[in-house]
């Protein structure tokens, strides 16, 4: 079972990423796919997941309206589109394969992360 991030970097206030999140050795559509951010001396904190039941979205208060999570089946993928980045944003990012919901406790799986710097 592995998790691949992709996608991270630096960007300035008020730009845009899109984080990549690659499943493979497991039925992709079989989980719910959550990302999670930690910055340096925080908890990691969920951010977007979506549902293995029926494709529903979820966003933290910080992230909604700026962030848009989606998934690719057929290429066991899914992204994190990040709009308006804020220098708060700043954080390594995690996929995870789970059940779903808010706590990394009810994930499985976790990616590598990646590295998005906000800068003012």
């Known amino acids: 079972v592995q998790l691949v991030e992709s996608g991270g970097g630096l960007v300035q206030a008020g730009g845009s990423l899109r984080l990549s999140c690659a499943a493979s050795g497991f039925t992709f559509s079989d989980y719910a796919i959550g990302w999670f951010r930690q910055a340096p001396g925080k908890e990691r904190e969920g951010v977007s997941h979506i549902s293995r039941r029926d494709g529903s979205t979820y966003y933290s208060d910080s992230v909604k309206g700026r962030f848009t999570i989606s998934s690719d089946n057929a290429k066991n993928t899914v992204y994190l589109q990040m709009n308006s980045l804020k220098p708060e944003d700043t954080a390594v990012y995690y996929c995870?394969?789970?059940?779903?919901?808010?706590?990394?406790?009810?994930?499985?799986?976790w990616g590598q992360g990646t590295q998005v710097t906000v800068s003012s």
């Open positions: 995870a394969a789970g059940l779903g919901g808010w706590w990394p406790s009810q994930y499985d799986y």
